[in-house]
């Protein structure tokens, strides 16, 4: 190769080479770029190649033009690395990028279930009265579940048919709070008044009305002096407590064997005020059950019948519930769908 034409090669190399170092965009592309300059195949390595058939004198020269080409190069390679390796970072840096001035997202809200909400409402309305919360397992022995409440061993309730036993004889699961009750006047003297909230367990066809659970609140009061009026007068108060100042009570005879008389409670409806409508059909709702505690049992707990009465209720929180809000099917009460939950709101 001639030298001049060899010198002409470099010069247009360099300038070549700056140019395309410069307009690089990648890190990938400065790689090829790299080897089209300065690899084995590039016009540079070709004028490198050809150094050893031109003359010494010249040889001398055209080296170090074309080393300092190739430093030249490679400096404005290194520059244009940094440069691209820098903006690579800064886009990462952009991509990740925090905005903390942004509004935090806010955590979805829960709220108390529907049934929580109305028992506590029930227990406030008797604890502002000045009834005491009483509670007690829920596997319970037939003393406290039956026999103390005067139920006796051949009443069809105490049937497995009825009941849910366990396998421990003599256990079950209780049918309903009043052996909380008993519990607690086998433990202390009258005056008592408490409301003893919680679960029951019943063998029942599961329907829109009945479950194999449910929850009840019930109440007691053992004094010396107590009436049925006071029983009425309690019950119409609670009434207005929970459906409004308007309400008023009705009471049917029933029977329950811890009880006499044994009642049947029903409240005027607080969407028609007791005309009729579709809600409560003739005007009435039935709530709830009561009556004068039988003296048996105020003997069973030790209590002397003579000198103390008392009226005891009881009452299912998912009727209570169903009735408030107009919910017809107490099974949405256990589905846990989220839809029908978070219309109660209430994070009391
Ligand atoms: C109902 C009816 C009732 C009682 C519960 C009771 C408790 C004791 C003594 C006497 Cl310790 N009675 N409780 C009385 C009458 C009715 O419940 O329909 N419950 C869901």
Redesign the pocket.
Same mark, same amino acid.
């Given at each position: 190769m001639d030298p001049s034409e060899a010198r002409r090669i470099l010069d247009g190399e360099r300038e070549r080479g700056l140019e395309l170092i410069a307009a690089a965009s990648s890190l990938d592309e400065l790689e090829r770029v790299k080897v089209s300059l300065l690899g084995r195949r590039s016009p540079w390595s070709e004028v490198q190649r050809s150094l050893g058939a031109v003359d010494p004198e010249a040889r001398r020269e055209l080296g170090r033009s074309s080393n300092e080409v190739k430093s030249a190069l490679e400096d404005a390679i290194a520059g244009r690395r940094a440069e691209l390796e820098g903006s690579a970072d800064d886009r990462l840096l952009e991509g990740d990028r925090v905005d903390v001035t942004l509004p935090g997202r806010r955590p979805r809200q829960g709220s108390l279930h529907p049934l929580t909400i109305v028992q506590a409402q029930i227990v406030d309305v008797f604890t502002r009265m000045g009834y005491r919360v009483a509670e007690g397992p829920e596997i319970e022995d037939e003393w406290h579940n039956f026999e103390a409440?005067n139920i006796p061993p051949d009443h069809p309730a105490r049937t497995m048919k009825d009941s849910l036993y366990i396998d421990v004889p003599g256990l079950l699961l209780r049918t309903?709070t009043?052996a909380v009750?008993?519990r607690t006047m086998e433990t202390e003297e009258p005056p008592v008044y408490v409301v003893a909230p919680g679960r029951v367990y019943r063998r029942e066809a599961v329907d829109a009305t009945h479950g194999s659970m449910f929850q009840?609140v019930?109440g007691?009061a053992v004094d010396e002096g107590i009436s049925f009026s006071d029983l009425k007068g309690t019950l119409e108060a609670f009434a207005r407590a929970m459906f409004g100042p308007d309400r008023r009570v009705r009471l049917h005879p029933d029977y329950?064997p811890?009880?006499e008389p044994?009642v049947q409670v029903a409240v005027s409806c607080f969407l028609c005020d007791g005309v009729g409508c579709r809600v409560c059909g003739n005007g009435w709702i039935e709530l709830? *059950?009561? &009556?004068m505690?039988?003296p048996r049992?105020l003997q069973n707990c030790g209590y002397d019948a003579e000198r103390f009465t008392g009226f005891?209720? *009881?009452? &299912?929180v998912e009727r209570v519930a169903m009735v408030r809000y107009g919910v017809e099917d107490l099974r949405l009460f256990y589905e846990g769908d989220v839809r029908f939950l978070e219309q109660f709101g209430g994070a009391a």
């Open positions: 409440l309903e009043s009750q008993i009840q019930e007691l329950f811890f009880v044994g709830l *059950g009561a &009556g505690v039988h049992v005891a209720f *009881g009452m &299912g």
